[in-house]
């Protein structure tokens, strides 16, 4: 954790004394508090840990729970982990508040989530799975303070044993039984287990619920198992958890039920939101020299807006036919190869393990996310192996939802002085003017989204995505400033709020 890779720097650094001249003077080194204080709030979150690692008395200000990152710095986003190398983690950092200026900022795991695999992020917090069959662990981690919550066993998750015994646990491990997870609440979490953790794990009709010293999970039939519905996404929103469905039924918000889970002051307050359907395009046409099909499908997640508002976000995407070179462009980033936080130790080896154990799959039907519109006219060309699709994101649709109105979905292209954060998970908003020189009324989007009909086959090698961008909704204007990351269908991208 922070505090024992810093205990180990500090024997390379001189220890800082107080050098009181007649008890009227300090050095240098210990200015005032309060001066060192507003100088950490005006530079970025990475360099307030570097200077952290400066000596015992800086350290002490840099680990102050009230303590965060600059308002000016774009949220980091969360980069895949190389099989072999899962003792580190890997953040895209915008110090220059700008895509194309990403740096690649990295932190140590602690010893106990070591060879872990990062689910993805929910209030500044990271989940992380570490496969060991039925003994398979699931973790809160916050990377900057080096606070780590265990959660329940997997194993009490009653239909967790089964699922270990079949083809796909074998393909994609214990990461491809849990799709969503969602946090209540980030206040106090660091010293305190006053908060609740959903999930929404395989079967994706039942809902499971704990707290940090559980020692079960709590488990909520939610939907119908004789009916094809199924929960998407899960969100908290003032002390209610909204849950999205994917549905025959079309843009409906049920009245607000109660689950048997105490929650504040009494029992926690459950409302299922039913997707509201998009129209869909079946058929392919040439751009260029490329052949799509324009609004093939679309994603659908729930957002809390920075006014509190429950927003419903449709990703809109096309099936593009691609050559094999088409993606072959790197992402370029510099790496800033910081080993700050965690234990010492083997960086390459240690926790890493059988890799197939510890695959899993972000895929839901051949394309992860919603699979609306996959009927096309074109589907013996998608049917075969050798077909190269890529997914590609058009255009975004937002929605807000009225908690008080079961009907009523009002569509609206302006997000006023806010910018929203849309991931495979981790998503959220932001006020723009916390931010300088960007525009608001936009999504930062960032997604694995892929097209696969042989899994066993998409499993043996990574690929290449552009789907990391800035979606102006105002015209619909996308930018994409890297035209190259690579991807394994284990990476859920996750935007992360870092905080001490």
């Not at 003077?25 to 060192?36: A, E, G, N």
């Not at 969602?182 to 609740?196: E, Q, R």
Request: glycine fraction near 8%; aromatic fraction near 10%.
């Amino acid at each position: 954790m922070m505090m024992m890779m810093m205990e180990t720097k500090q024997k390379k650094n001189p220890t800082c004394y107080n050098c009181n001249i007649g008890n009227e003077c300090s050095c240098w080194q210990t200015p005032p508090q309060d001066i060192l204080e507003k100088i950490l709030q005006l530079v970025y979150l990475g360099d307030q840990i570097r200077l952290g690692l400066v000596c015992k008395f800086w350290r002490s200000i840099v680990l102050q729970r009230d303590m965060r990152g600059s308002p000016h710095e774009i949220p980091w986003l969360i980069l895949p982990q190389a099989p072999n190398f899962k003792n580190k983690l890997s953040f895209l950092t915008f110090p220059e508040g700008k895509l194309s200026k990403g740096k690649v900022f990295k932190l140590n795991l602690p010893k106990p989530v070591k060879g872990g695999w990062i689910y993805g992020s929910s209030k500044g917090w990271l989940i992380i799975i570490k496969e060991k069959g039925l003994k398979s662990k699931m973790y809160l981690l916050n990377p900057i303070s080096g606070t780590l919550h265990q959660l329940p066993p997997l194993k009490t998750i009653p239909y967790f044993k089964e699922f270990v015994k079949t083809r796909e646990w074998e393909l994609l491990g214990a990461n491809g039984f849990c799709y969503n997870v969602a946090l209540s609440t980030s206040d106090g979490i660091n010293s305190s287990s006053h908060f609740t953790v959903a999930a929404v794990f395989e079967d994706k009709k039942t809902l499971g619920l704990c707290r940090p010293g559980d020692e079960t999970w709590s488990v909520f039939p939610v939907l119908d198992i004789n009916q094809d519905d199924c929960l998407l996404d899960i969100l908290f929103s003032s002390s209610t958890l909204y849950a999205l469905v994917r549905s025959e039924q079309t843009g409906r918000v049920v009245p607000t039920s109660t689950l048997n889970f105490a929650y504040h002051d009494g029992n926690l307050k459950l409302k299922l939101v039913y997707d509201k359907h998009e129209r869909t395009n079946k058929i392919s046409e040439y751009q260029g020299d490329s052949k799509i099909i324009p609004n093939a499908t679309y994603r659908s997640k729930l957002l809390e807006s920075t006014s509190k508002e429950v927003l419903l976000i449709h990703q809109m995407v096309d099936y593009v036919w691609k050559t094999e070179n088409d993606c072959d462009a790197g992402l370029n980033i510099e790496d800033d190869e910081e080993n700050i936080v965690g234990d010492e130790g083997d960086d390459e080896n240690d926790g890493g393990g059988n890799s197939e154990d510890d695959e899993r799959d972000n895929g839901d039907g051949e394309v992860e996310g919603n699979n609306e519109g996959n009927d096309s006219d074109d589907g013996d060309e998608l049917d075969n192996e050798n077909t190269n699709v890529c997914v590609r994101t058009r255009s975004f649709r937002t929605y807000k939802i009225d908690p008080y109105n079961n009907y009523d979905f009002d569509m609206t292209q302006c997000l006023g002085d806010q910018i929203l954060f849309f991931g495979d998970d981790g998503s959220f908003a932001i006020p723009a003017s916390d931010i300088k020189e960007v525009e608001n009324n936009c999504i930062y989007f960032a997604i694995n989204l892929f097209w696969y009909q042989n899994l066993e086959r998409l499993l043996l090698k990574p690929y290449t995505s552009d789907e990391l961008g800035i979606c102006y909704l105002k015209g619909q204007k996308i930018e994409r400033p890297f035209q190259g990351m690579e991807m394994s269908v284990f990476y859920q991208a996750s935007w992360f709020t870092p905080s001490l």
